[in-house]
């Protein structure tokens, strides 16, 4: 367990999307094959690689939806009712990295209007506040664009 720990602090959060050979993604494979080290181990990457990121996101419901998925799934003995719950709880995961990156995305566009300090004609410009500078920083525009382009879909 220790070691997986330290393996878990040295690779990125998303090889959790990489798939094996066989197209399986490693939660999959512990899901999969259940035995009780697997379970700690899925506890442990769970704890660390989703839990852990929502806590310092500061999405503390989230977190403990995320928390209430796990101990679903760590409570199940049926293979195939886990693995829906793994599916469902990785889905559920996606979709708040989603609504992550296109916070950042807004907060970027926003800063960008914050520090921008000269019209178009090139006379200086009143600074925006804070609330100012969010209505006019074209996210509205710019993210529908972008995850459209992307092919990313957003609930909102």
Same mark, same amino acid.
């Given at each position: 367990?220790?070691?997986? @720990?330290?393996?878990?602090?040295?690779?990125?959060?998303?090889?959790?999307?990489?798939?094996?050979?066989?197209? @399986?993604?490693?939660v %999959?494979?512990?899901?999969?094959?259940?035995?009780? =080290?697997? *379970?700690?181990?899925?506890?442990?990457?769970?704890?660390?690689?989703?839990?852990?990121?929502?806590?310092?996101?500061?999405?503390?419901?989230?977190? =403990?939806?995320?928390?209430?998925?796990?101990?679903?799934?760590?409570?199940?003995? =049926?293979?195939?009712?886990r693995?829906?719950?793994?599916?469902?709880?990785?889905?559920?995961?996606?979709?708040?990295?989603?609504?992550?990156?296109?916070?950042?995305? %807004?907060?970027?566009?926003? *800063?960008?209007?914050?520090?921008?300090?000269?019209? *178009?004609?090139?006379? @200086?410009?009143?600074?925006?506040?804070?609330?100012?500078?969010?209505?006019?920083?074209?996210?509205?525009i710019?993210?529908?664009?972008?995850?459209?382009?992307?092919?990313?879909?957003?609930?909102?």
């Amino acid at each position: 367990e220790e070691l997986f @720990k330290v393996l878990l602090d040295m690779f990125p959060y998303y090889v959790l999307s990489w798939k094996d050979a066989n197209g @399986k993604l490693a939660v %999959e494979c512990l899901v999969s094959n259940w035995t009780r =080290e697997n *379970k700690i181990l899925l506890q442990v990457l769970f704890q660390k690689w989703v839990l852990h990121r929502l806590t310092s996101w500061g999405a503390t419901s989230w977190m =403990e939806v995320m928390q209430r998925k796990v101990q679903a799934i760590l409570a199940v003995d =049926e293979r195939a009712r886990r693995m829906n719950l793994s599916n469902d709880a990785c889905s559920i995961f996606k979709q708040y990295e989603t609504v992550e990156a296109m916070s950042i995305f %807004e907060m970027a566009l926003w *800063k960008l209007e914050l520090k921008s300090g000269w019209r *178009k004609n090139g006379a @200086k410009r009143q600074a925006l506040d804070r609330a100012q500078a969010r209505s006019v920083c074209g996210s509205n525009i710019v993210i529908p664009s972008v995850t459209m382009f992307l092919g990313i879909t957003t609930t909102t």
